[in-house]
């Protein structure tokens, strides 16, 4: 059985494991989400039985129910065993301040949220997106006071574009607030644009990075043929799944593919360790549906990718950045 590997996150003294497991599919809001508390409580026991000391959800994951889920799964556990992170900003609600980062919505979901996991405090406080109606020092000062008062350990971002995280940390330096520790980008073999944006930062000021849709929402399984029509699986229902279907994005699978087979190991383990071989990321955040999905995932820990597989990999794509692109 494969042995969980643990890392530092970023320049924080915090050990997380390799893998960080992803919340988004506990819970009934899209279609092919899992859509059974039981199914989902067994998959988070048998994560952390192997290991996974890290969880990520958000409030908007189907609106509190993954949240909820998570609390139910950590109850009985020891607490210090655990790096629970979630985020804010999505919207929780059709009213004025119902969304975004004010600071009345940030200590308000803050609660919110320790409410729904069950637990006095968050590890890492992630905002979700970048709100263009509030200044970052509000944000930032309302982040600190959750530091301050141990409500929040750590504090983290996510997709946004290169300048407006430069400034968030020039702002909570200069300021003296709690400064973010991590990053949260899109980032996989097929979506490589952070690395013309936001992984040059985090790389220069040792912010952590843990990718979201490390396998494309799929696509990087190889579950997917180019000339078949897709009926099930996350793409059959979720659009930003099938927009993964262009020709660049084809040839990338088929070196997967092919160097999979060579190695004797699935297409899903050579894409996951090709993200565990950069050395900017941390612990990408796996999304798993299924137990067997898991238990292949936590074992591309032991696959090793040579430098000539990973610039056969990487040969099929230039990144470039934008906001289109990043969809922000
Ligand atoms: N910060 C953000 O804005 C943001 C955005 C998105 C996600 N996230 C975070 O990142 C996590 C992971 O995102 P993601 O769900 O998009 O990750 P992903 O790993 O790229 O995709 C997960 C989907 O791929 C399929 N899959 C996963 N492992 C598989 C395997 N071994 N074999 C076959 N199919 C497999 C499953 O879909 P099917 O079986 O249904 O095909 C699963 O739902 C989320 O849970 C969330 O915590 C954050």
Partial sequence: MTEMEYTKL?????????????????????????NDEEASLELIDRALEMGINFLDTANVYSRGESEEIVGKAIEERNRDELVVATKVFGN????????????????????????????????????????????????LSALDHLVETG???????????AWQFTKALYESDS????????????????DRHEEQNVLPVCESEGVGVIPWSPLAGGFL????????????GRAAEDEHTEARFTNENWAVLAEVRAIAEEKGVTP?????????????????????????????????????????????????????????????
């Fill in 10 to 34: 970023g320049s924080t003294g915090l050990e997380v494991s390799r893998l960080c497991l992803g919340c988004m599919n506990f819970g009934s809001d899209q279609p092919w989400m899992m």
């Fill in 92 to 139: 929780m609600g059709d009213y004025p301040n119902g969304q975004g980062l004010s600071r009345k919505h940030v200590l308000d979901q803050a609660e919110a949220s320790l409410d729904r996991l069950g637990t006095d405090y968050i590890d890492l406080y992630q905002i979700h997106r970048w709100d263009e109606t509030t200044p970052i020092e509000e944000t």
């Fill in 151 to 161: 409500k929040v350990r750590y504090v983290g971002a996510s997709t946004m574009a």
């Fill in 175 to 190: 300021r003296d607030y709690e400064r973010f520790t991590c990053m949260q980008p899109e980032y996989n073999l097929v």
């Fill in 221 to 232: 399984t190889g579950k997917y043929d180019r000339d078949e029509e897709v009926t099930e």
């Fill in 268 to 328: 899903a383990q050579v894409s996951l360790s090709w993200l565990l071989h950069k050395p900017v990321v941390d612990s990408p955040i796996v999304g798993p549906r299924t137990i067997d999905h898991l238990e292949e995932n936590v074992e591309s820990i032991d696959v090793s990718l040579t430098d000539e597989e990973i610039e056969r990999l990487e040969s099929p794509k230039s990144p470039v950045w934008s906001r289109e692109i990043a969809n922000i």
